[in-house]
């Protein structure tokens, strides 16, 4: 026998490239986080956690829930017992739960759209859904339009395994950094030119890391432009039960059902619990499609990432809730706008504007001024300086792909008011440190 | 304008290829049975479901464990104060109890003879996730795995679909009762290396599906050397080691890899999952368990895309704590498959039917070859759709495993109860026995040509042999029923 000297057999392309997106400094900021971590008690100059998108502001009303709904947790028997659950694995997914969660999402749209149970396909979270899409939709090489600032998790969603491309769409400040018909068609255009065949355009509504929602006028433009270019669209509608303030939020499903599902072939929908319910441990995620054979398809490809049926069998019963679930949106909205509010008027405070959101776990923070060099090293050299001297975590504008140095996403729902409270005070102490340093230097010169 | 006509085009060549498997007649017994399934009061005439290689035999323990354990689910008043925690944990370096239980259990299921660490354990949307997620880790688009068959048929989809990698096999046959050689070995390999495809590595399954035996210590060896000499990788499937309810003992791969230090340990891949020792797949539990340090890095980031729920972690991951438990568990589950393998077995050997001498899993291999017309792909799935159509009994046919002889059939005992054990039974001895003077002389013509076992009869269902008489040209021309009614 060989001597065995731990030579090993290569491992594959995917597995030694860097397309996991893992040293992104996105997740760097995680590490420094993990190292040094807040503690009110513990360690109160710890780094706190301003760079994770959680909602912690709503489990309580979860809690009482489970409180006063005892059969949540429990098996009955026959059809509803433990057995028949525990070897429930048809890739259709509980039908309970199908319901629940198609009405659900009908409430969070305000009932304004119907959702059909059998067009939903369960997969562990929206991280599975946006590959298992990408699978389905392209081929290697191929590419996809995604407008920026985006989610730093797409490029291991949509490239990793797949060996899709992304192909940003710059958006700006100028209008608010919203994406236009002119900068799609445009990207399309280069794309194109490039020898990039665009398959789909995913777009993030709510979006990550604005906090802000697409009007109805664009999403039609957009409606328009897929069946132009005869592409797909996936809408990530993760943050649809987070828009907290007008205007109110309108999901591509709404614009299908104004056409009457006319030349919808093409639209998907990604949902799932992480955000609106904070449940991100439980990896319930949804693809709804309006194509027959994208959801066939879909389903059978969930066999890789498929939902827990324990889970599916007690959120079918919590989300069937009604009475629960209103209160929930509600409440959830309520609570989120007043934490944006609180979070917004600190900054402010501090001499920092934040682009004006109405959605989402997080503000898009403007420190263009602050930059000592307009440009992506100078964005990442204050980043650093904010992790370091500040110990906050936010999220560098570069790690989102922004076309413009500067800007920072950092979330306000993933901690206590009081770290809240903290971490304004540290950053006004910070802020006043830097205009004087800046001060100093122009006195000097 | 809209998709419509050209819409083939307008999806990707994965979601378009059939790679998916479902057309395979491994599936199609499964719709026979959707359309008529088998119910003791409301359909008893229906098909019975004995394509599902399923644990049931031992749910009442897991439950009175959850019952005596309020504590472990987060949605109890006992549990409620873990919920928050529990719900936002989406680390994919899983919950700690969780890896440690998981650890545990695997090394309890080795008779304590291996030792995993827990920090060795990656999650992923069960064993089927696992291997897919292995073959993106292992092996480019265009690679093979060597897999010896007969093999369980969604490898094809797991292994192939999506990582357009590819599975080549290694013949086994009944020579020697499908165990692998190094002759096979090395044949598969050539070939492969004939037709300018790059090896990574060997799959295989132990105990396996659908033998339903263990491997035994010379075979892992034999395999061992061949991916050390040849620097490929080695995955082996244990997803059925708690279910080895017989001798010979179960000899895992970790086993003869910690006692060798001069195996690449960088080669060596286990996966695992709860479904089939603990009659769980519905909760998606699967494990990959790499010796080598960067397919565990890449394996985990990889587990993004199917993390085991939080909420089902956190009950396993109390359950599995529970020694005491999983201990009684284990020989407890041993005892019931012995037995229930021993009823069945008795119930086939009594009408003549022979399977392979199995010692573990949730089914057997039958050897019904000599009901077969004719010795090819078609006669054995004739004879299927007689069992499924005719006798109402979803088997699954050895093609659907890549099997290299046709005539042998996979049927599952584990996932009924004892009354539609008894019905399948009765069932298979009714369509192997038969009654009247037709069946004598064609037991007497089959003795002069072909010299079969003349305890085994085949008889047709009455309105098949009406069919038969009529348009004798439906039959195979090598058929005896043929030449018998001439």
Same mark, same amino acid.
């Given at each position: 026998?060989?001597?065995?000297?731990?030579?090993?057999?290569?491992?594959?392309?995917?597995?030694?490239?860097?397309?996991?997106?893992?040293?992104?400094?996105?997740?760097?900021?995680?590490?420094?986080?993990?190292?040094?971590?807040?503690?009110?008690?513990?360690?109160?100059?710890?780094?706190?956690?301003?760079?994770?998108?959680?909602?912690?502001?709503?489990?309580?009303?979860?809690?009482?829930?489970?409180?006063?709904?005892?059969?949540?947790?429990?098996?009955?028997?026959?059809?509803?017992?433990?057995?028949?659950?525990?070897?429930?694995?048809?890739?259709?997914?509980?039908?309970?739960?199908?319901?629940?969660?198609?009405?659900?999402?009908?409430?969070?749209?305000?009932?304004?759209?119907?959702?059909?149970?059998?067009?939903?396909?369960?997969?562990?979270?929206?991280?599975?859904?946006?590959?298992?899409?990408?699978?389905?939709?392209?081929?290697?090489?191929?590419?996809?339009?995604?407008? &920026?600032?985006?989610?730093?998790?797409?490029?291991?969603?949509?490239?990793?395994?797949?060996?899709?491309?992304?192909?940003?769409?710059?958006?700006?400040?100028?209008?608010?950094?919203?994406?236009?018909?002119?900068?799609?068609?445009?990207?399309?255009?280069?794309?194109?030119?490039?020898?990039?065949?665009?398959?789909?355009?995913?777009?993030?509504?709510?979006?990550?890391?604005?906090?802000?929602?697409?009007?109805?006028?664009?999403?039609?433009?957009?409606?328009?432009?897929?069946?132009?270019?005869?592409?797909?669209?996936?809408?990530?509608?993760?943050?649809?039960?987070?828009?907290?303030?007008?205007?109110?939020?309108?999901?591509?499903?709404?614009?299908?059902?104004?056409?009457?599902?006319?030349?919808?072939?093409?639209?998907?929908?990604?949902?799932?619990?992480?955000?609106?319910?904070?449940?991100?441990?439980?990896?319930?995620?949804?693809?709804?499609?309006?194509?027959?054979?994208?959801?066939?398809?879909?389903?059978?490809?969930?066999?890789?990432?498929?939902?827990?049926?324990?889970?599916?069998?007690?959120?079918?019963?919590?989300?069937?809730?009604?009475?629960?679930?209103?209160?929930?949106?509600? &409440?959830?909205?309520?609570?989120?706008?007043?934490?944006?509010?609180?979070?917004?008027?600190?900054?402010?405070?501090?001499?920092?504007?934040?682009?004006?959101?109405?959605?989402?776990?997080?503000?898009?923070?403007?420190?263009?001024?602050?930059?000592?060099?307009?440009?992506?090293?100078?964005?990442?050299?204050?980043?650093?300086?904010?992790?370091?001297?500040?110990?906050?975590?936010?999220?560098?504008?570069?790690?989102?792909?922004?076309?413009?140095?500067?800007?920072?996403?950092?979330?306000?729902?993933?901690?206590?008011?009081? &770290?809240?409270?903290?971490?304004?005070?540290?950053?006004?102490?910070?802020?006043?440190?830097?205009?004087?340093?800046?001060?100093?230097?122009?006195?000097?010169? | 304008?809209?998709?419509?006509?050209?819409?083939?085009?307008?999806?990707?060549?994965?979601?378009?290829?059939?790679?998916?498997?479902?057309?395979?007649?491994?599936?199609?017994?499964?719709?026979?049975?959707?359309?008529?399934?088998?119910?003791?009061?409301?359909?008893?005439?229906?098909?019975?479901?004995?394509?599902?290689?399923?644990?049931?035999?031992?749910?009442?323990?897991?439950?009175?464990?959850?019952?005596?354990?309020?504590?472990?689910?987060?949605?109890?008043?006992?549990?409620?104060?873990?919920?928050?925690?529990?719900?936002?944990?989406?680390?994919?370096?899983?919950?700690?109890?969780?890896?440690?239980?998981?650890?545990?259990?695997?090394?309890?299921?080795?008779?304590?003879?291996?030792?995993?660490?827990?920090?060795?354990?990656?999650?992923?949307?069960?064993?089927?996730?696992?291997?897919?997620?292995?073959?993106?880790?292992?092996?480019?688009?265009?690679?093979?795995?060597?897999?010896?068959?007969?093999?369980?048929?969604?490898?094809?989809?797991?292994?192939?679909?999506?990582?357009?990698?590819?599975?080549?096999?290694?013949?086994?046959?009944?020579?020697?009762?499908?165990?692998?050689?190094?002759?096979?070995?090395?044949?598969?390999?050539?070939?492969?290396?004939?037709?300018?495809?790059?090896?990574?590595?060997?799959?295989?399954?132990?105990?396996?599906?659908?033998?339903?035996?263990?491997?035994?210590?010379?075979?892992?060896?034999?395999?061992?050397?061949?991916?050390?000499?040849?620097?490929?990788?080695?995955?082996?499937?244990?997803?059925?080691?708690?279910?080895?309810?017989?001798?010979?003992?179960?000899?895992?791969?970790?086993?003869?890899?910690?006692?060798?230090?001069?195996?690449?340990?960088?080669?060596?891949?286990?996966?695992?999952?709860?479904?089939?020792?603990?009659?769980?797949?519905?909760?998606?539990?699967?494990?990959?368990?790499?010796?080598?340090?960067?397919?565990?890095?890449?394996?985990?980031?990889?587990?993004?895309?199917?993390?085991?729920?939080?909420?089902?972690?956190?009950?396993?991951?109390?359950?599995?704590?529970?020694?005491?438990?999983?201990?009684?568990?284990?020989?407890?589950?041993?005892?019931?498959?012995?037995?229930?393998?021993?009823?069945?077995?008795?119930?086939?050997?009594?009408?003549?039917?022979?399977?392979?001498?199995?010692?573990?899993?949730?089914?057997?291999?039958?050897?019904?070859?000599?009901?077969?017309?004719?010795?090819?792909?078609?006669?054995?799935?004739?004879?299927?759709?007689?069992?499924?159509?005719?006798?109402?009994?979803?088997?699954?046919?050895?093609?659907?495993?890549?099997?290299?002889?046709?005539?042998?059939?996979?049927?599952?005992?584990?996932?009924?109860?004892?009354?539609?054990?008894?019905?399948?039974?009765?069932?298979?001895?009714?369509?192997?026995?038969?009654?009247?003077?037709?069946?004598?002389?064609?037991?007497?013509?089959?003795?002069?040509?072909?010299?079969?076992?003349?305890?085994?009869?085949?008889?047709?269902?009455?309105?098949?042999?009406?069919?038969?008489?009529?348009?004798?040209?439906?039959?195979?021309?090598?058929?005896?029923?043929?030449?018998?009614?001439?």
């Amino acid at each position: 026998m060989a001597r065995g000297i731990g030579l090993g057999a290569p491992l594959s392309k995917i597995a030694v490239s860097k397309a996991h997106g893992e040293d992104s400094p996105y997740f760097a900021g995680w590490k420094a986080y993990d190292e040094d971590p807040y503690d009110p008690v513990a360690n109160p100059t710890g780094v706190i956690q301003m760079g994770l998108a959680e909602n912690q502001v709503s489990f309580d009303l979860l809690e009482d829930y489970l409180e006063q709904h005892p059969e949540t947790a429990s098996w009955s028997s026959g059809i509803s017992g433990f057995k028949e659950n525990a070897l429930f694995q048809d890739y259709h997914g509980l039908q309970s739960f199908r319901k629940a969660m198609a009405s659900f999402m009908e409430q969070i749209r305000g009932k304004r759209v119907k959702f059909n149970p059998d067009r939903m396909v369960l997969t562990a979270g929206a991280t599975a859904a946006n590959e298992l899409l990408t699978f389905i939709l392209a081929d290697p090489g191929d590419a996809v339009l995604v407008p &920026t600032p985006y989610y730093p998790g797409f490029d291991r969603d949509l490239q990793w395994r797949t060996g899709v491309k992304i192909f940003p769409v710059h958006c700006h400040s100028s209008n608010g950094f919203q994406l236009t018909l002119h900068s799609l068609q445009s990207a399309y255009s280069i794309a194109e030119a490039s020898n990039l065949r665009v398959k789909a355009l995913l777009i993030t509504n709510p979006s990550n890391p604005l906090g802000t929602t697409m009007p109805r006028s664009l999403l039609e433009d957009i409606l328009n432009f897929i069946s132009q270019k005869n592409i797909h669209l996936i809408s990530d509608e993760i943050y649809s039960g987070s828009v907290f303030s007008s205007p109110e939020f309108i999901s591509v499903a709404e614009v299908v059902e104004t056409r009457q599902h006319k030349n919808c072939d093409g639209v998907h929908i990604v949902y799932s619990l992480s955000k609106d319910l904070g449940l991100p441990g439980f990896r319930v995620g949804t693809i709804y499609s309006y194509n027959d054979r994208v959801v066939t398809t879909a389903r059978r490809m969930s066999s890789f990432s498929l939902v827990s049926s324990q889970t599916q069998k007690m959120l079918a019963s919590m989300l069937s809730d009604e009475e629960f679930t209103v209160k929930y949106i509600k &409440t959830n909205r309520e609570r989120l706008r007043r934490r944006h509010g609180y979070i917004v008027e600190g900054l402010k405070d501090a001499g920092i504007e934040c682009l004006e959101g109405n959605a989402g776990l997080f503000c898009w923070m403007n420190l263009t001024q602050m930059l000592e060099e307009k440009s992506m090293e100078g964005e990442l050299r204050l980043w650093k300086m904010i992790l370091s001297e500040v110990k906050l975590n936010v999220s560098p504008g570069s790690s989102c792909y922004c076309a413009e140095p500067g800007w920072f996403r950092v979330c306000f729902a993933n901690m206590t008011e009081e &770290t809240l409270e903290v971490a304004l005070r540290r950053t006004k102490v910070f802020v006043e440190k830097i205009k004087g340093r800046k001060t100093n230097v122009i006195f000097r010169s | 304008m809209g998709f419509g006509e050209s819409e083939e085009q307008l999806l990707s060549k994965v979601a378009t290829n059939g790679g998916h498997g479902e057309n395979s007649s491994y599936f199609d017994g499964w719709k026979a049975y959707d359309r008529d399934p088998y119910h003791p009061i409301q359909n008893p005439e229906g098909v019975i479901q004995m394509g599902l290689a399923e644990n049931l035999l031992c749910h009442d323990l897991i439950e009175e464990w959850i019952r005596k354990n309020p504590a472990a689910s987060i949605c109890t008043e006992e549990g409620v104060s873990q919920f928050s925690a529990v719900a936002n944990f989406q680390d994919y370096h899983g919950l700690p109890i969780f890896r440690q239980g998981v650890a545990k259990f695997m090394e309890k299921g080795r008779g304590g003879r291996v030792r995993f660490d827990p920090e060795r354990i990656v999650m992923s949307g069960g064993a089927t996730g696992a291997q897919e997620t292995l073959a993106f880790c292992l092996a480019d688009p265009g690679d093979a795995f060597l897999i010896p068959v007969p093999y369980y048929p969604a490898f094809d989809r797991d292994f192939c679909w999506r990582t357009r990698a590819r599975l080549l096999p290694i013949h086994c046959d009944s020579s020697n009762n499908f165990n692998i050689t190094t002759s096979a070995l090395e044949a598969a390999y050539h070939q492969a290396q004939k037709s300018n495809i790059r090896v990574k590595g060997i799959l295989i399954s132990n105990p396996s599906n659908p033998l339903g035996t263990t491997m035994s210590k010379q075979t892992l060896q034999i395999l061992l050397r061949f991916v050390n000499e040849k620097r490929i990788h080695l995955i082996c499937d244990e997803i059925f080691s708690g279910t080895v309810f017989k001798s010979p003992r179960f000899v895992s791969l970790s086993e003869i890899v910690e006692a060798d230090p001069t195996i690449d340990r960088d080669l060596i891949h286990v996966v695992y999952s709860l479904s089939k020792d603990l009659g769980l797949p519905g909760f998606r539990v699967g494990v990959i368990y790499s010796y080598n340090n960067a397919v565990v890095a890449c394996a985990r980031k990889m587990s993004s895309f199917g993390l085991v729920s939080s909420q089902t972690q956190y009950l396993l991951g109390c359950m599995l704590g529970d020694e005491e438990f999983t201990s009684e568990y284990l020989v407890e589950n041993a005892r019931r498959l012995a037995e229930r393998h021993g009823v069945f077995t008795a119930g086939l050997a009594r009408v003549g039917i022979r399977c392979l001498e199995g010692n573990g899993g949730l089914f057997c291999w039958m050897d019904l070859r000599a009901l077969l017309k004719e010795e090819t792909v078609e006669g054995e799935l004739e004879l299927w759709r007689v069992i499924v159509n005719e006798v109402k009994l979803n088997v699954s046919p050895g093609s659907s495993f890549h099997c290299a002889e046709p005539g042998w059939f996979r049927v599952c005992f584990a996932n009924m109860d004892e009354e539609t054990t008894e019905r399948a039974l009765r069932r298979i001895r009714v369509f192997v026995n038969g009654e009247g003077e037709e069946v004598k002389m064609m037991k007497t013509k089959k003795k002069k040509k072909n010299g079969w076992d003349e305890e085994l009869r085949l008889s047709l269902p009455r309105r098949f042999e009406e069919d038969l008489v009529l348009t004798p040209r439906l039959m195979s021309p090598h058929s005896p029923l043929v030449r018998a009614t001439i």
